[in-house]
């Protein structure tokens, strides 16, 4: 597994064409900016999807991995 921590306007660059980008908004909400070329747009969606999945379940305390199985079956 993969953990990052990032600040405001930090970015990832995935291969040679995509990057990914976060930015704080208020609180303990952020965006997630995904540059990448046309041909992928599907792809980026679905990801930007899981990630903002990801944040979302992350930043609930008290979560256990009981929760999230019952959120992802």
Same mark, same amino acid.
């Given at each position: 597994?993969?953990?990052? +921590?990032?600040?405001?306007?930090?970015?990832?660059?995935?291969?040679?064409?995509?990057?990914? +980008?976060?930015?704080?908004?208020?609180?303990?909400?952020? +965006?997630?900016?995904?540059?990448?070329?046309?041909?992928?747009? +599907? &792809?980026? &969606?679905?990801?930007?999807?899981?990630?903002?999945?990801?944040?979302?379940?992350?930043?609930?305390?008290?979560?256990?991995?009981?929760?999230?199985?019952?959120?992802?079956?």
């Amino acid at each position: 597994m993969l953990s990052l +921590q990032m600040t405001s306007g930090d970015y990832i660059t995935v291969g040679d064409n995509i990057i990914i +980008q976060v930015f704080h908004d208020s609180g303990d909400h952020f +965006q997630i900016s995904i540059d990448a070329p046309r041909e992928i747009d +599907q &792809r980026v &969606r679905d990801v930007s999807k899981l990630i903002g999945y990801a944040l979302n379940l992350a930043l609930h305390d008290g979560l256990t991995v009981e929760d999230v199985d019952l959120l992802v079956n």
